[in-house]
């Protein structure tokens, strides 16, 4: 009967996709160990990286692999962001002011196509990213050197006349346009990352934003590993790089990275002993993986700040006094505890702890009475009268909660209705640059480890103030402090500039950031850094 | 026969045509730009690279240049991703998707027609009940819930299989199951229905009268009719689970072209969102093409003349 036939034949198939899943494979060995004991990390990576030309990136996920490939005159520091670590530079003097500084480079370094590792590279990778025609969205971290910003700009077409130049093959001069202590840290962020300029000259040319030097076949790069596999939105393979002069001290014999974007996805990859370690934690696990996982969910500060802009161009926001209501009637410590629960630090001010030297500001508090006081100075008793605003997020179910928990503070304190609204990320962006929002919220990653890289946002016309605030003093003490010749000077310049903004409050702060991600325990030398970077070389696995 | 199937394939080359100037408005349309991000350009750097990407000509040009390209098969640069064209990442993604797409239905026919056909011949007994309830189940059941559940049963409970990725044969079982399970469902309703429809004629009466055995009604005079709304329904079906499959890329983390359909959406990468839209575009064009050919083939009530 052919009727017996097929249902034997479905049963088959049924029965063969079972017998696959079940027995067939046996129990898997797991990725992690299997890695583990090759020395090869695995690591969560969040997104496809676009690029991996340190002139052309912006993105996190991008900056985590540059890491790996190329080094800077200064490395970043294994356990202490604040301080600076020799990379190619291995000495350095500077001159009293701080504007001149001398790098001496070391004599072993090397790119992987065997050239030497020579000042003339720095110079040549520097006017790269400062020419107009690459377009290079980083070049503005450049512009501490003399002259950078006129080149860039095309008001000088020379770049002899820019403040960087080489003496000789290992001696490298740097003339800033002022006084800055910590251009060292600064120089650890990829703009400042040199290029190999014959391989750059070989596919395109100084100024070709679509350059072949920098895919997986001509890569070419002087840092602890070197590329060797690049499937695209699958992994990316790099190997321990022999030549490297500091080969001995790179423990790991490779590490893959793996773009997995869906946090979800992520996190079951780690589950299933695919990866050592994640990029994120789906937040509303936090609190379950507290208890089952507390010794592989890692919690850390992270230097950054989430806050609410306000748009100061439009009632009743341009009433400080609405501003302050707003800020003071914000209970930070529920919103950490109950809504984002990633051990997030409340905001007293904009700038985030863990900044040496920089006491951060307790100018911003929970302050229901005098909020109310406030509130009805401005004209609105209770809420009365409370023009109809709303609150802009880019989709986010985490930003959601927080904004409905902020809604209801709100509502509860003042009396006023607030709404909700998302948009997608970039029509968001968009929103929010055009000032086209009444409350917007926001975050702030830190570029360097200086309160600099906070409060500059906010002078007048700068593209990130994005919330039409403007204010002569702030504007002046930021230049002061630009300019300030010592250290303590400008520290005491920019605690002065952040007090007048706390004082105005076009910018509302809610909690500093903190990185939250699973770790694989055999991961070692793997240490808590603000900016989240750690130099591979000191990374190992152990294998018991 | 000929004359069916160029006027079919001029009324597809109008559609594709279509779609092409339709999402190059929307596309244009859409606010956010591809070199848009959290920290601000300077005005001249977006207008040097606006230029490299050509963005800043007025844009029946872009659509004209586009158009000539898109002709020749030349789709651009991405203007996101550097040094790769859309033509690259379709090559390298569009034969993951294949593969997926191919065990996929593999699955979902090799377990639906059966199970419908099963269905109908044995209707109302257990044999249509469960086929049919687990169908029901199946069609309910999104692939963003199936999926998770296998992961969870035979990836971190069992351990037997991985969890994600596409790095080997192993690697494909859960996902092919995810997708064609879904798909299976629908062709199990499908087959049933085209079954029991054949079942009910009066011809099938006549054959039975005449002492013609049950097997050879299924098969010699019922089966060929009875998989029409299969058949019709497969041209999408092989389209949608070729580049649509973007949940079930998404939860195995594999590089095929359903991811690429949403990053590019998101990331505003214009080149590609168009590249993607024409491939996709004439893969229901070409399907439905073969699909309506093999309908008439199978179907002579069906005229293919007019």
Not at chain 1, 323 to 335: F, H, K, N, T, Y
Not at chain 2, 29 to 48: D, N, Y
Not at chain 2, 62 to 83: C, D, H, K, M
Not at chain 2, 88 to 113: K, R, T
């Amino acid at each position: 009967m052919p009727s017996t036939f097929w249902m034997k034949l479905t049963f088959l198939i049924a029965m063969g996709f079972l017998a696959l899943g079940v027995t067939a494979c046996g129990e898997r060995e797991r990725d992690v160990d299997t890695a583990a004991a090759e020395g090869i990390l695995l690591m969560g990576n969040g997104g496809e990286p676009r690029s991996l030309d340190p002139h052309l990136v912006t993105g996190v996920p991008e900056n985590r692999i540059i890491q790996a490939l190329i080094e800077g005159l200064i490395a970043y520091h294994p356990d202490d962001d604040t301080l600076p670590e020799p990379g190619i530079a291995e000495s350095w003097e500077h001159n009293e002011d701080y504007t001149v500084w001398t790098f001496n480079l070391r004599e072993d370094a090397q790119w992987t196509n065997g050239d030497p590792v020579v000042a003339g590279d720095f110079v040549y990778s520097w006017e790269r990213i400062l020419s107009p025609a690459l377009g290079a969205e980083y070049a503005e971290m450049l512009y501490v050197i003399n002259n950078a910003e006129a080149f860039h700009q095309g008001e000088i077409d020379d770049f002899s006349q820019v403040g960087v130049r080489a003496i000789d093959d290992r001696t490298l001069e740097v003339q800033l346009k002022g006084p800055t202590p910590h251009f060292l840290l600064m120089l650890k962020h990829y703009s400042f990352y040199p290029v190999n300029p014959r391989v750059v000259e070989e596919h395109g040319g100084m100024t070709d934003r679509q350059s072949g030097w920098s895919t997986v076949e001509n890569y070419v790069g002087n840092g602890p590993f070197r590329l060797t596999h690049w499937s695209t939105n699958e992994v990316l393979e790099v190997e321990k790089n022999p030549d490297y002069w500091d080969a001995d001290t790179v423990q790991l014999n490779g590490i893959r990275f793996f773009p997995i974007e869906n946090v979800n996805t992520e996190f079951t990859a780690f589950q299933g002993g695919r990866l050592h370690v994640t990029n994120v934690v789906p937040a509303d696990r936090i609190p379950s993986l507290r208890e089952q996982m507390p010794d592989q969910l890692i919690i850390e500060p992270y230097l950054g700040s989430y806050f609410y802009r306000l748009n100061v161009t439009r009632e009743p926001f341009d009433d400080p006094r609405v501003r302050e209501a707003l800020a003071l009637a914000i209970d930070r410590s529920l919103i950490v505890e109950r809504v984002t629960q990633g051990g997030q630090a409340v905001a007293t001010g904009f700038v985030p702890e863990g900044i040496t030297g920089y006491q951060p500001t307790d100018a911003v508090g929970h302050d229901p009475e005098r909020a109310q006081a406030l509130l009805a100075q401005a004209g609105y008793p209770g809420g009365q009268g409370f023009p109809e605003t709303e609150i802009l997020i880019n989709t986010s179910e985490n930003h959601r909660k927080v904004a409905e928990a902020i809604q209801a503070m709100w509502r509860e304190t003042l009396g006023i209705e607030v709404g909700i609204y998302n948009q997608e990320w970039k029509v968001y962006l968009d929103s929010q640059s055009s000032l086209d929002y009444d409350i917007s919220r926001s975050g702030w990653i830190a570029d360097y480890v200086h309160p600099m890289t906070f409060l500059e946002l906010f002078t007048t016309g700068n593209g990130n103030n994005d919330t039409g605030w403007s204010n002569t003093q702030y504007d002046r003490l930021i230049r002061q402090a630009q300019a300030a010749t010592t250290e303590d000077q400008r520290i005491d310049l920019l605690t002065q500039a952040e007090g007048i903004l706390m004082e105005d409050l076009p910018v509302v702060p809610i909690y500093w950031y903190t990185r939250v991600y699973m770790r694989d325990p055999r991961v070692q030398g793997w240490n808590a850094k603000i900016l989240d970077y750690r130099p591979y070389k000191y990374v190992s696995l152990s294998t018991s | 026969m000929l004359k069916f199937v160029l006027s079919r394939f001029l009324q597809g080359l109008l559609v594709l045509l279509a779609i092409y100037a339709l999402t190059f408005v929307l596309v244009a349309l859409t606010p956010g730009s591809p070199f848009s991000s959290e920290r601000a350009i300077r005005p001249e750097i977006l207008a040097q690279i606006e230029s490299f990407y050509g963005f800043d000509k007025p844009p029946l040009e872009r659509f004209w240049t586009s158009l000539t390209n898109a002709i020749q098969g030349e789709f651009g640069p991405s203007a996101v991703y550097a040094n790769r064209s859309v033509t690259d990442i379709i090559g390298e993604a569009f034969p993951v998707s294949i593969q997926l797409g191919a065990i996929s239905l593999l699955v979902a026919l090799g377990i639906g027609i059966p199970a419908g056909i099963l269905a109908a011949v044995k209707r109302n007994t257990w044999l249509d009940y469960l086929p049919m309830s687990a169908s029901m189940v199946g069609i309910c059941l999104p692939t963003f819930v199936l999926g998770p559940i296998l992961v969870l049963i035979f990836g971190i409970i069992l351990q037997t299989l991985p969890v994600s990725g596409w790095f080997g044969p192993e690697y494909m079982i859960l996902p092919a199951a995810t997708l064609g399970l879904f798909y299976a469902a629908y062709f199990a309703r499908l087959t049933r229905g085209g079954m029991l429809e054949m079942l009910n004629q009066d011809f099938v009466r006549t054959a039975r009268a005449k002492g013609v055995p049950e097997s050879t009604i299924i098969w010699k005079h019922c089966l060929k009719g009875g998989l029409i709304p299969a058949i019709t329904y497969l041209g999408p079906a092989t389209a949608g689970i070729i580049s649509g499959s973007f949940v079930v890329e998404t939860i195995f983390q594999i590089p095929g072209l359903g991811q690429w359909f949403v990053q590019a959406a998101l990331n505003r990468d214009d080149f590609l969102i168009l590249g993607l839209t024409v491939l996709f575009a004439s893969l229901i064009v070409v399907m439905n093409l073969l699909v309506d050919i093999i309908q008439v083939a199978l179907n002579p009530r069906l005229k293919y003349e007019k």
